[in-house]
């Protein structure tokens, strides 16, 4: 937790007595609208095709844009024609660097700049520089679709190459090791590991690889977007709705409250919904041609101009005693992030939490690659880190002839291995027993290519998987409470189709002592209290922790305005409590009055409060994770190769589950992402050109139906007594951890040990 201990020399000094552990959440363990099956309030628009989104937005005279994208990866732009395309049918402005206007840049998001949204540093079609394959040359806007993306290809673009660095391996000589990743210090050791390594009684040491990983949201990148007068409206597709509206309003020289950014409904966004440069593009010319613009980018542009995941090489050391208790646990690497991209991909993160062990190296290094800045992409860095140091573990087990179960069980941690920081709460040794046991784990034979059937041998694997705790310290939240009983809650936050709404609203009756029914969530504009972005699994414990400090305030409000003619006159907020719609005397549950009647004496229809949630302190003294029991059944053609994910189960250690329906959808999502991961997703570069060459799903292999077996998803459901509802991220937990249980799966069925994504059947025969 070397986070606290930068904040605490930037604070200077945390009072002990600010550090939550006293108090814990009184909704935790109480049983109420929290945990039950709610189905997704938003559901039946979905079902039906009403929920419209950004870029089925229908305006008034809307014009339509294409994009013409870079074909190199460095130069200079020496010839832009544009006469052609100004000529075509229908086109009513070709925009280039020549008359774009003048915008500064967008400054880039990070863990010191959490208000920034932006996920490329790069300037936006403002020179004649080419910096990626990819990068945006021109935009074409006509009346249709067609004759827009017609125009575009009448563009004639010629260009003086430069030198470009776009491979790899040749890039290795001159990593950077940057100071820090997102929320530890990067090169972190304790002891001496590498001689701990030289003299370990068993030991394995390893390179592993991934590939880069490229987003595939149902729905592509969209805006649609209008101006009145200095006036801006976005529709937009992002998990940043406040965050864009500040970033546009800086960038245009517009005041805040002059750009409204709505995102009521988002089909997909893993990390790649944020901001790019499609946003400015439309603004700029709907603003040029006094028009809406509709901008959604096609979706080879997606690959191309909106990053992904990094690849990674990584070594992985173990080193153990006879025992098999770790000595030795080294974890570095590479991987690509050129300085004008945002996501370090920490893919050591989770090693550094997940074992004890006599000593630790860890560190990683970045390769600045002229491509499309990469960018977070569902537990990015952990995903990735947990196929390395999961398949290590592995290869030690085997190596050791211990199973792989037990073997991680005897290295449990007590208290988080580097600092000694205790944990919130952490039950993975519970996990790996309820899964070992649900999964049926004694079947599987201790030996490779054991168990047979037919051509097909069959393997059994685990793997673990853990992802952060992140409570985001800054969002705004109104609870707006009516006479009859009816509460608004409003933040500018995301629903990804995660069910965002749906858990709050049960969280909002719960904490006000209101029937579903009463409650309104709304979310998804920038004109309401301003939310952070919706990643990093943070969203769900950031607006818990809004609504109760809203409630908190309310409470006082509302004995404020009871005054001396109520029975609960003379009360305190601490004496009361939100219950049975109004407020109840603690000590004396016959003093009580609802709200309405509260209201209704003070002589007022409403009452409405704003509040920000208490600063995420937990965080300071509690190591705060997630962690997953992963396992895995295959089946592997002796054959041809063939790889079959027959079975997988997962066991979540994430706090209080506040929707089961929900909660099993989102984790379930999350492992077949992983499976993705495990057998087809990779990125195919041309280190020549710096192209990626499979721009698009016929190509870029995503799993379907046939590909994603019977997933079995349970937890401990074990709450987290230092947040709030006890409940942790669960976004991107899912997916941590499966590609490392397919691959160990592999191995005992075959006896192959693959150490490179994806396990394509070339690499099994
Ligand atoms: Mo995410 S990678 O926090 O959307």
Redo the contacts with the bound molecule.
Sequence with gaps: NTLIESVRKVVGWVPERWLPGGTPDPLIGRHGAVGTQLAQLDGPQKVRGAARFAAEVPLEGLCYAALVNSPVTRGRITRLDTAAAEAAPGVLLVLTYRNMPRLGLVPLMGVTNLGAVGNSALPILQDDQIRYNGQVMALVLAETQQQADHAARLIDLSVDTAPALSDFQAAKPEARTPASILVERNEQSAGDAEAALRQAAFSTDATYTTPGHNHAAIELHGVTAHWTGNRLVLHDAT?AVAPTAAALAKLFGLRREDVRVLSPFVGG??????FWDHQVLAVAAARMVDRPVRLMLSREAVFRMVGGRSPTEQRVAIGADAEGRFTALIHTGYSVMPPYSA?PEQYTLGTRSLYRAQSYRFGQKHLDLDIVPN??????GESVGSFAVESAVDELAHAMDIDPVELRLRNEPETHPLTGTPFSQRALATAWRQGADRFGWDARSTMPRARRDGEWLLGMGCAAGNFPYVRMPSGALRIRLTRDGQATLSTSAQD?GMGTATVQTQHAADRLGLPLDAITFEMGDSDLPAAP??????QTVSIAAAIAAAASKLTVELLRLAGNASPLAGLRAGEVRLAEGGLVCIEDPTRRETYGDILTRAGRDEISVTETGAPPLEIFKYAMLSHSANFCEVRVSDVTGELRVTRLLGVFDVGTILNPRMAVSQLRGGMIMGLGMALSEEVLFDERSGRIMNPGLADYHIPAHLDVPEIDVTWTGIPDPRSPLGARGI??IGITGVAAAIANAVFNATGKRLRDLPLTLDRLI
């Design positions: 998990q966004g893993f990390g790649a919904k944020g996501s960018t977070f992409m569902r537990a990015p990804m972005v919706a990643g990093g699994s943070s976004g991107e």
